[in-house]
């Protein structure tokens, strides 16, 4: 269909007569609460247009009936999640319209004290963000948390047609469909995708996209209110009495621009619309002046006596990572047991204590890539979800579960498979704590086997840990058989950041690290803190500061890197690559005047630069070097990949180079 074609059979159904008298004394409060929507969504561009505004705004004039009608089929209890376009569907589910207008306002008073503004927006069972299909995904996890409450609670998402383009709605459908979740989607279709014409933007049906994960399909639009507040009402008790998802499309038509003042849609077509439009149909009507005065006032009042207060710098800069550690050493006994199993050992006590466990082919006979999981499903089936090959999905799945009070663990098979997951996490993990003005936290914790020397090639064998350590309020964790990770796993329940955890591939099977004849262990701080591996009764003159599997490939190398170099060397294995708390243990890298990062990825941009850049700013004097991998993709064949990647051969002859450079000193 041409864009013509959509536009002619919207018309059709906005050509439909109008009962006034009968929609309003049968939906008085759903009319009242539109009017109220559409004077604050006025007001808004007012303010904007006289400099009290900051930032953008994406109003809902035409589109009101959408949020009214869904809102009124929901309870206090039910969920919501939102776009950019969200000012309706926020009024329509929590009627804090002050609220929000105090919140775009930049407000202490507002909903998220004015940081989140338009487009970011929480409330107790309501949350709106700006990416595209963002918040799908949360909206199963949220759906998935409210099912197994068995109280018969919904979530609603609500998305335009220019979502559609967006291949994460589809990974969320296909879960919710698979999952049986009680998650109800709905299509807000105005025919345009910004500036851009359907036609131009989404292809095919919109009910074979629903049929397509097995969702039940519901259609209506917004100028006939009579048949919109029944299916409205029908798709969501159905949703609710199933508890299985369903889908609906609601035509509409929004009558501002997208955002401020950016149209440049056709006028005719605008002034056609605007006239079918019911609330101005109401307007014109003349019966129902002292409504529409009514709202103007309520909400003039509130702009011109709202009294205003900011946010201040101190009660905003914070945040929820693990920073502060104590540099007390603490001596390390391991269990007689590999790291795999220890592993296995520790995330079934997180899951017997109540966390999810979800991933893909992790459920028995199989147990997960690695078999960290193997026989976790059997012992705890309610718990342990598998689920299709949708990275983002699950990641997002993970954190709707983990802001409703469940600290979800998600596995991503591969660590190079992150990138699938970049955005759930930088978009929404990271930021919902601060965004939301600290009511919520998303505490998700995302495991991962990272690394090569597995022969498996250029995308399974990557150390992305660089391109996520930069994510503000986001912990990354790193595992190493140096230590049981069962007390960092355990003390995961209390922080409420998101968390990385990175498990080396190589190290799943090696024994947990033993104190020897020549090294004893200490770990700092505690289950965050870094572990030092130290020589016995001597001084080491060179520090590794390293993590993960390299850090005990290093450490079971001692005697070889001593016998090629003639340094005595200790390792500093750092637990937390985020926050690298760096300045709490700078006295025990004062004892050695040389220092080598290693790192699993290529140098550049990389960790070695931030762990060296805290103790060069401290101590100018200290020798240095970074080691890395080669900054090529990281080859399957044997020789060319330990000659790709910093393997402890590769390690020794980099410090061989090292000490010559300090002896021409």
Not at 421 to 430: P, T
């Amino acid at each position: 269909m041409t864009i013509s074609d959509h536009i002619n059979s919207f018309k059709q159904l906005a050509l439909i007569e109008y009962d006034l008298v009968g929609i309003v004394s049968k939906h008085s409060h759903e009319i009242q609460q539109a009017i109220l929507i559409r004077e604050v969504e006025n007001s808004f561009l007012d303010l904007f247009n006289q400099g009290e505004m900051n930032g953008t705004v994406h109003t809902c004039v035409g589109q009101e009936f959408s949020g009214v009608a869904i809102s009124s089929a929901l309870n206090s209890n039910d969920w919501v999640t939102s776009n950019h376009r969200c000012h309706g569907h926020f009024i329509s589910k929590t009627n804090n319209w002050q609220g929000l207008i105090d919140e775009l306002r930049g407000f202490k008073s507002g909903v998220c004290m004015g940081i989140g503004s338009s487009q970011h927006l929480y409330a107790e069972g309501f949350l709106s963000n700006g990416p595209q299909a963002s918040l799908i995904p949360v909206g199963s996890g949220i759906a998935k948390f409210l099912k197994d409450k068995k109280n018969q609670n919904v979530c609603v998402s609500f998305f335009g047609e220019g979502t559609l383009g967006e291949g994460l709605i589809y990974e969320s459908m296909n879960l919710a469909s698979i999952m049986e979740l009680p998650h109800v989607f709905v299509l807000e279709n105005n025919l345009y995708s910004q500036s851009t014409p359907q036609s131009a933007a989404v292809s095919g049906s919109f009910s074979s996209r629903a049929e397509a994960f097995n969702l039940k399909y519901y259609s209506a639009n917004t100028w006939d209110l009579e048949e919109l507040f029944k299916t409205c009402k029908e798709a969501i008790e159905f949703s609710r009495e199933t508890q299985t998802p369903c889908f609906i499309d609601i035509k509409t038509y929004r009558l501002n621009a997208h955002s401020k003042s950016d149209d440049d849609r056709d006028k005719d077509e605008i002034e056609f619309f605007s006239s079918r439009d019911p609330l101005n149909l109401l307007l014109s009507h003349g019966g129902f002046q002292d409504i529409f005065d009514k709202a103007k006032e309520q909400v003039h009042s509130h702009i011109q006596n709202t009294k205003p207060s900011f946010l201040e710098k101190n009660e905003y800069f914070h945040d929820q990572l693990p920073r502060k550690i104590s540099a007390k050493p603490k001596e390390v006994i391991n269990p007689d047991i590999r790291l795999i199993n220890s592993l296995n050992k520790a995330y079934g006590d997180e899951i017997k204590n109540g966390s999810y466990f979800i991933g893909e082919d992790i459920l028995d006979p199989y147990g997960g890539a690695f078999k960290v999981s193997k026989g976790l499903s059997n012992l705890y089936p309610d718990k342990v979800i598998g689920t299709p090959i949708s990275e983002a999905a699950i990641t997002g799945f993970g954190i709707g579960l983990s802001m409703m009070g469940n600290k979800s663990f998600v596995e991503i098979m591969f660590g190079d498979f992150l990138s699938y997951s970049f955005d759930q996490i930088l978009s929404n993990a990271s930021k919902f704590y601060h965004m939301y003005a600290f009511q919520c936290s998303a505490p998700v914790r995302i495991r991962t086997p990272m690394g090569g020397k597995r022969g498996y090639g250029p995308t399974h064998s990557q150390s992305l840990e660089k391109y996520f350590i930069g994510m503000d309020n986001v912990a990354m964790l790193a595992i190493s058989s140096l230590i049981d990770p069962t007390p960092l796993i355990r003390e995961l329940r209390n922080i409420d950041c998101p968390a990385i955890i990175l498990e080396n591939k190589v190290d799943y099977g090696k024994k947990l690290f033993k104190e020897n004849e020549f090294l004893s262990i200490d770990q700092i701080g505690g289950p965050f803190g870094p572990v030092l591996v130290k020589p016995k009764e001597m001084n080491a003159d060179l520090t590794f500061i390293t993590y993960g599997g390299t850090a005990r490939e290093i450490s079971d190398g001692f005697i070889d890197i001593f016998e090629e170099t003639g340094f005595i060397s200790q390792v500093l294995c750092l637990t937390a690559l985020n926050p690298l708390n760096i300045n709490s243990i700078f006295r025990l890298l004062k004892r050695t005047k040389s220092i080598i990062t290693v790192e699993d990825g290529s140098t550049s941009f990389g960790i070695g630069a931030e762990v060296l850049v805290n103790i060069l700013s401290k101590e100018k004097n200290t020798n240095f070097k970074r080691i890395g991998a080669e900054p090529y993709p990281i080859p399957s064949i044997r020789n060319l990949e330990d000659q790709c990647l910093p393997t402890l051969s590769h390690i020794i002859d980099e410090v061989i180079l090292f000490k010559k450079e300090i002896e021409k000193k």
